[in-house]
């Protein structure tokens, strides 16, 4: 279909400048010049086979009108994209067809990048990663080794979360309500050897430094609870009547140590085979075997309280009194000492307990509803029934218990977090060989450098065999077996999770080619770090906190300069489908970014994400919405372009003063807008100066220069177009970013309030530049002012800009 010369056509127009910017590779970074750096990412995806979702343009867009608006801005901007893409559906698919994963996701990233580049993203494609790719896989088991070296990854035998269904175990961070992040299939805990690495070593920086970074209140406090930190102290009980036996419990609360009636030991606690009474040993293991089939989250929840008696009595040290030990499932073995002092007068779950097996409730603090049988009383006091605490409020008692306890050797100040190592081995196939081989007594050793990368042998079957053998046991012997430091070992078979390539991929973005080494330490002084990060808030504790947590290491091992990878993090807001709900298949209500690019054009698609509402906001999406943005979109190009395909005579014309104000007050709008990445209202200013302009006889080149370059971050493809038009011969994308003159965007008229003798009289309305004779006229004139001077004398008259006249009579 031929079209009329003067018609807007986008398929022309994208195609077009697509081809101009890849083929000329109009933004390839260089670390050459003396420009400022700015490094702008997003998270990069998943190349599912499902292709791309609107929501990933939705950060997608955000970030690129943010690098080009940073490069007219002057910035030399680092923007790159890349392929986050060991995962699970490449390996079922290969379970289900036998295609090798790497065939999979060779074909998904080639239509994910087709459908980013159709989008007009300005990325510097010469950066490209994809985390499956032998070059990068190759450094982050360099990573790894760097870790194991300084003890930060270890092999652990201890209960893991194990998924049946997905035949490998997960990371607390997966595991969510009991149920796998994927696919929301159950978790069981079960011992086997796993690897396993040191976050909790970082637990108080991870925490500290939260403080530094620009980001989102909520994820901050996400991962401030996920780390989990409180402070309290370590009590030690000693067993009644049994020499040499002793626990310890943790204690936020050492402050109600009187208030102690009993104590609680995990069932799981290794104490309870000692010490449970003979004739109550049948229940207690019932009790322990029911408690191992329960969820932590589980246990924690339940409010009915359940539990058993051991028989045995443990004696509070500060007032010697022997009181009952019990086992019960909601004290967990992995958290403090896996024990518990109970305060029920003070704390709802021991008071729960009490309730239900009848025991004393003793009251320490002052305060709450009054009838502590009937409700523990959680908050502040005074103290009393506490010996020497008496009198004292909450805080100084707890430090003076703390101290007491230090002074008589029965405890100290102690620091918990909730935080857990980070379980770091899965039993797949398509991830990350862990380069490590064990000797024949079982001693872990690494592969050397100069070895790596470990390769993924090809297998005949990817299938995990569900008993938690990984598919890599499976492995031809050659591959299996290696030799170490002159002895005969056998290769780890588990493989990363899926983490392990998004903790550094930022890194390697700045040098992304270098064959001998992870990244060049200049570069990376030069570019990190990220300036700004835009993704999803549902990585808080996982890839936000992992990613913290290596850079940490990183940093420690002076191989990064900075404490935090990531300065500004923003998430977009979530696009539901068109009736309000989660876009999902099974909803039938999910919207094709291929569809909309091909019907309306990639600016049109770029201007209604970023026009549906402010970027963190949760929004539907609406396809009148779009119409309305393709209308400006076509309403702006045929301001330039006449219907012969010309250059429309309104362009050259002159500006008048009033459009002149309108120019310089929409520059100062969008160019703050933008900056503070409020481009929905940005687009707003916009979408009102082309109205306007449709009413003026002409704009004038210098507004018309203006607005496009204006609208080239939003709509870069219409942008170049008009720039062209123009009689530019180089593309905008480098071009200095308009300025406003400040005198021209302040506000019309300002506000006088009139007093005579100081009271007021009237209120006036004058331009900002008006002098003060001009205002003390107009001032005068009015009826409610005159009628007060008329007759009187003068005796001063004064104007305090833009604010107050006073005239002074007598
Ligand atoms: C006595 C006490 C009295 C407590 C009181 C609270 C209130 P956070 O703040 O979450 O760290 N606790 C200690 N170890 C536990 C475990 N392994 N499983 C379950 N609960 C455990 O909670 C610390 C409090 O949780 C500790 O302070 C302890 O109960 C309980 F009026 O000790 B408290």
């Not at 504790?541 to 191989?559: E, T």
């Not at 009102?688 to 080239?712: D, H, K, P, T």
Request: overall charge neutral; charged content about 25%; proline content about 6%.
């Amino acid at each position: 279909m031929t079209q009329a010369p003067g018609t807007y056509d986008h398929r022309t127009i994208e195609a077009k400048w697509q081809q101009y910017w890849l083929s000329r590779k109009t933004f390839k970074t260089t670390a050459e010049g003396a420009k400022p750096k700015y490094y702008i990412l997003d998270m990069f995806p998943y190349p599912s086979g499902d292709g791309l979702h609107v929501g990933h343009p939705e950060g997608y867009t955000a970030t690129d009108i943010m690098a080009r608006f940073k490069r007219m801005r002057g910035f030399n901007v680092l923007h790159p994209m890349g392929w986050d893409a060991f995962g699970l559906p490449a390996e079922q698919h290969a379970v289900r067809t036998g295609t090798h994963p790497r065939a999979t996701t060779v074909k998904n990233i080639t239509r994910f990048r087709q459908q980013i580049q159709s989008l007009g993203l300005s990325y510097d494609w010469d950066r490209e990663i994809d985390t499956t790719d032998e070059g990068y896989c190759k450094w982050t088991q360099w990573i790894f080794l760097k870790l194991f070296e300084r003890g930060l990854a270890y092999e652990s035998f201890a209960p893991v979360n194990w998924c049946q269904e997905l035949g490998t175990v997960l990371a607390n961070e997966e595991v969510i309500d009991g149920k796998s992040e994927v696919g929301g299939f159950p978790v069981t805990k079960r011992p086997m050897r796993q690897w396993v690495l040191k976050i909790t070593a970082y637990a108080e920086r991870l925490l500290q430094d939260l403080d530094e970074l620009d980001w989102p209140d909520a994820i901050k406090e996400q991962q401030r609870n996920w780390i989990g930190k409180s402070v309290g102290a370590t009590v030690t009980f000693d067993v009644d009547g049994q020499q040499g036996l002793s626990f310890k419990v943790f204690t936020t609360r050492p402050d109600t140590l009187f208030g102690a009636t009993f104590v609680v030991l995990s069932p799981e606690h290794p104490l309870v085979a000692k010490i449970v009474a003979p004739q109550l040993q049948t229940k207690v293991e019932a009790y322990i075997q029911s408690a191992q089939r329960k969820s932590d989250r589980d246990r924690l929840a339940t409010t009915d309280k359940s539990g058993e008696f051991t028989g045995a009595s443990a004696i509070n040290p500060v007032n010697g009194e022997a009181i009952p030990i019990y086992i019960a499932d909601y004290v967990l073995m992995s958290y403090g000492h896996g024990a518990i002092m109970a305060v029920p007068a003070h704390d709802d779950r021991d008071h729960a307990f009490a309730r239900k097996f009848n025991l004393p409730i003793r009251r320490v603090l002052t305060g709450g509803l009054g009838d502590i049988e009937a409700e523990a009383h959680c908050g502040d006091g005074t103290l009393v029934n506490s010996g020497f605490l008496n009198g004292k409020d909450k805080a100084e008692a707890i430090q003076a218990m703390t101290d007491w306890l230090v002074r008589e050797g029965r405890g100290e100040a102690q620091v918990t977090y909730k935080l857990r190592d980070w379980l770091f081995s899965r039993q797949r196939y398509w991830g990350e060989p862990i380069p490590i081989a064990h000797d024949m007594d079982g001693r872990p050793l690494p592969i050397p450098e100069k070895d790596l990368p470990v390769r993924l042998p090809p297998l005949e079957d990817y299938k995990p065999t569900g008993g938690g053998e990984p598919p890599l046991a499976r492995a031809p012997e050659s591959w299996l077996n290696v030799e170490l430091q002159g002895k005969p070992c056998r290769r780890e078979t588990n493989v990363m999770p899926q983490w392990a390539g998004s903790c550094w991929y930022y890194l390697r973005f700045i040098d992304p080619r270098n064959p001998a080494k992870a990244w060049d330490e200049k570069l990376e002084r030069q570019f990190m770090p990220v300036d700004l990060y835009v993704g999803g808030a549902e990585h808080a504790v996982l890839h936000l906190l992992y990613a913290r947590f290596w850079h940490k290491v990183l940093y420690d091992m002076d191989l990064v300069s900075t404490k935090e990878p990531f300065k500004k993090l923003v998430n977009q807001g979530m696009i539901l489908g068109e009736n309000g709900e989660k876009m999902s298949k099974s909803r039938g209500n999910v919207v094709n970014p291929d569809d909309v690019v091909g019907e309306w054009g990639a600016d049109s698609f770029r201007l209604y994400e970023m026009f549906m509402g402010p970027l963190e906001a949760t929004k539907p999406w609406q396809t009148n919405g779009i119409v309305g943005c393709n209308r400006f979109v076509k309403r702006a190009y045929r301001l330039f372009v006449g219907e012969d395909g010309a250059l429309s005579t309104g362009v050259s014309g002159t500006t008048s003063e009033t459009f002149r104000r309108l120019l310089h007050k929409t520059i100062k709008k969008v160019t703050d807008d933008t900056e503070g990445l409020r481009f929905n209202t940005a687009i707003a200013a916009m979408m009102e100066f082309v109205n306007a302009a449709y009413r003026e006889e002409s704009m004038g080149r210098e507004a018309a220069q203006s607005f496009v370059l204006l609208l080239a971050p939003y709509a870069p493809h219409l942008a170049e177009d008009l720039w062209e038009r123009l009689g530019h011969r180089e593309t905008l994308a480098y071009h200095p970013w308009p300025s406003y003159d400040a005198t021209l965007v302040a506000d019309d008229t300002l506000t006088v309030t009139v007093q005579v003798n100081g009271k007021l009289r009237g209120i006036i309305q004058v331009s900002p530049v008006a002098d003060k004779v001009l205002v003390l006229s107009q001032a005068k004139e009015l009826e409610g002012v005159a009628r007060y001077l008329d007759g009187k004398n003068l005796l001063k008259e004064i104007y305090v800009p833009g604010k107050i006249v006073n005239f002074v009579v007598s």
